[in-house]
């Protein structure tokens, strides 16, 4: 495997030309959601846009490339991560431009022509809830959920919707016994139930000060319950990058990853064949990226998101 190469302006002219849309990770944006902070670390840090940023996304969009953001945070929609964008001031970002697990959820029940009569049982936030109704689909559960308790009460039997042919976990701060029972009878006991997982992280940043766990801790419950895999549809999985492949026509060679984490971000990117980029403004430093037992290596990486533009205009 080659060795990473630091961005200069020789190699990314190279890139520039062989790159016609850009994924950038936003996944720390989660921690907006639950404190004070808004820290997404590759374009944001703590509750401020990090320098160049604006100016990048534009000069990129300028330059006729595609830019798309890609998160495996699912507690929230497009649009209310697009809102989030802008009281970050980033206005220019569009919700066509957002893919997050949330939205991958639903369209993965779309494109595998999910029957419109049968429900969807949600364990995570309402932005799953919110994107199965845009998609037509009739989702419920969720946080409608979270002061719910199952009682163990001698011939009490708990009801279950027959009607519900998959069951989604996401990222569910609240999660109960309520909803995993819930959700383990469907998977268990409705014919051909489908298992949806929106990623698999194991934490994630809700706060600037420490990780906390992840999708991956409520997945791995509803795998012990069911004794079920589930359909994965986040990153690193490859059903994001499908998506985006009929989206924008474009093929994954001449796309490029740009993220701060080696076990998604990156490894997402070569999964499907993109070029990669990874930034060290977030939980990856350079001493991490060069040890000689980690085995992900990008194609290139840099400081910032906005090295990018500081080396498109260097001379």
């Not at 950038?24 to 907006?32: E, H, N, P, T, Y």
């Not at 990623?199 to 795998?223: F, I, K, Y």
């Not at 499907?272 to 040890?291: D, F, P, Q």
Request: net charge negative; with cysteine; proline share 4%.
């Amino acid at each position: 495997m080659a060795p990473p190469q630091i961005l200069s302006s020789t190699n990314l002219k190279s890139l520039f030309e062989s790159v016609d849309t850009f994924l950038f990770d936003c996944d720390g944006i989660v921690s907006g959601f639950f404190s004070p902070l808004s820290q997404f670390e590759i374009l944001v840090m703590g509750d401020t846009l990090i320098h160049g940023v604006s100016q990048t996304l534009d000069l990129l969009r300028s330059k006729g490339k595609n830019v798309v953001f890609v998160t495996n945070n699912s507690m929230k929609s497009r649009r209310q991560y697009a809102e989030k964008f802008g009281s970050l001031g980033l206005t220019s970002v569009t919700q066509n431009e957002i893919f997050s697990s949330s939205f991958a959820a639903a369209m993965y029940l779309k494109v595998n022509n999910f029957p419109k009569d049968k429900k969807v049982y949600v364990i995570g936030g309402e932005g799953i809830i919110e994107e199965l109704k845009i998609a037509g689909f009739s989702g419920f559960g969720g946080p409608e959920d979270d002061e719910k308790k199952a009682q163990w009460k001698s011939n009490s039997l708990f009801e279950h919707d027959k009607s519900v042919g998959a069951v989604v976990v996401g990222l569910d701060p609240n999660i109960n016994y309520y909803k995993l029972q819930y959700g383990t009878l469907c998977v268990r006991e409705n014919p051909g139930c489908l298992f949806i997982a929106t990623n698999r992280d194991a934490v994630g940043h809700m706060t600037d000060l420490q990780e906390w766990p992840g999708a991956g801790c409520m997945v791995s419950a509803m795998c012990g319950s069911t004794d079920r895999e589930p359909i994965v549809v986040g990153k690193p999985s490859t059903f994001m990058m499908d998506f985006l492949l009929q989206k924008f026509g474009t093929e994954t060679s001449r796309m490029c990853m740009v993220g701060d984490r080696l076990d998604t971000d990156i490894l997402f990117g070569q999964n499907a064949g993109c070029k990669t980029l990874l930034v060290l403004s977030g939980v990856t430093s350079e001493e991490n990226l060069l040890e000689e037992s980690n085995n992900i290596k990008p194609d290139y990486y840099t400081s910032m998101v906005s090295d990018i533009m500081k080396l498109m205009e260097s001379p």
